[in-house]
């Protein structure tokens, strides 16, 4: 019999899994607070929970299905994880130190069939979704490493920015958000936790309806059809009409900010004239959105593109700032250890193959 990792249940699901075996809710919240409070892997150190369930943990349950390949560590304190899953396929998941806390930024596919033009993980088609259990184990590789270095360190955010589209794997992306925002668990506040998307129209619309309460951020990149369809090849099936309605379906349901990410580009997205577009684009969205400036980390396998000059990036945000709207350059980690998404990846499946495959782009925030 084939187990399943037990970290992909929500506690409901736990919880009527366990009743299914004759065990009492009661138990759901003992296992619970064994995995996510007391963060023990070995089904048996749940000394609190009778036998007859540990039994029935041990009979139907894991606790790992991704192992550690490889770690780096940036002088900044960034820590890039390289976590090989039990079909021999790597992800990677960066943890951020910020003056606010510890952001551990998570992986929802391995690979990524968006094809965003400047963005190399797009390189490495999508070869399947991760399980809600494989994104959870994220988090939990990460605050495990923090824990074993015994400073009482907790992952205090969450970015969903990693290799692949969080919401071409919408369900498995919930069941991981229900699962580490659960108080009785980790217990990670919806307001620190971040999903960034494409631009999937339809999935917005059901984010929304969801009622998760947790942050959106959309990877806009350009303020016309004609432009982000260079760059994006996304907005030839969903043009900028299309994400707008669903952004503004977002904004009048939920009352939320959203955050709209914009990488520059030199010479091709980053003049004073993108900036005015880009502003009349959300003129009349200004008050629920800001706009997240991402400096361009250029890769061999992209030389078409270029990071953008620091007096054009200053001009940009002047620009919008002048035009009312909110907006923000986002600060750089990792840049000592293959910070772009998928770099570190890529790198090892070269080193393995000796094909000649992508780098990834940061946008983990």
């Known amino acids: 019999m084939n187990k399943q990792s037990i970290y992909g249940l929500t506690f409901d699901q736990l919880a ?48 790992e299905t991704l192992t550690e390949h490889l770690k780096q560590e940036s002088a900044d304190g960034t820590i890039k994880f390289l976590f090989k899953l ?45 399980t809600s259990a494989e994104i959870v184990e994220q988090i939990m590789k990460v605050q495990f490493h923090l824990d074993k270095k015994g400073e ?10 990693g290799i692949g589209e969080p919401f071409d794997n919408f369900k498995n ?36 309806d969801s009622d998760l309460k947790v942050n959106l951020a959309i990877s806009l990149h350009a303020p016309t059809n004609e432009l982000r369809t260079r760059i994006m ?8 009409e299309k994400l707008m309605k669903a952004i503004e379906y977002y904004l009048d349901k939920t009352n939320r900010r959203i955050t709209l990410e914009y990488i520059l580009l030199k010479d091709v997205n980053d003049g004073k004239e993108h900036a005015l577009q880009l502003a009349e684009l959300i003129q009349h969205i200004r008050q629920l959105a800001n706009v997240n400036l991402i400096p361009y980390n250029p890769v061999d396998e992209h030389s078409q593109y270029q990071r953008s000059e620091r007096e054009s990036v200053r001009a940009f945000y002047d620009t919008l700032k002048k035009q009312g709207i909110s907006c923000s350059v986002r600060l750089e980690h990792g840049t000592d250890i293959d910070a772009a998404c998928g770099q570190l990846r890529s790198k090892q499946i070269k080193q393995s193959t000796g094909d000649n495959l992508g780098q990834g782009q940061a946008v983990v925030g």
């Open 173 to 208: 992306m919930v069941d991981f958000i229900r699962v580490v925002k659960d108080q009785k668990g980790l217990d990670i506040a919806a307001r620190h936790i971040t999903v960034s998307t494409s631009g999937l129209a339809d999935k917005i619309i059901e984010f929304a």
């Open 233 to 240: 090849k996304i907005n030839k099936a969903i043009p900028i």
């Open 16 to 63: 009527a899994s366990l009743a299914e075996h004759g065990h009492k809710k009661s138990r759901a919240l003992q296992v619970w607070d064994g995995l996510y409070r007391k963060r023990v892997t070995d089904f048996a150190a749940m000394t609190e929970v009778k036998q007859d369930c540990l039994n029935t943990l041990e009979a139907h349950f894991v606790t």
């Open 152 to 161: 009482n360190e907790h992952v205090s955010h969450i970015v969903v920015m």
């Open 86 to 130: 039990h079909d021999g396929n790597l992800i990677e998941t960066v943890l951020m130190r910020h003056k606010y806390g510890l952001s551990v930024c998570v992986t929802t596919q391995v690979g990524c069939n968006i094809g965003c033009s400047f963005c190399a993980s797009g390189l490495l088609a999508k070869s399947r979704d991760l």
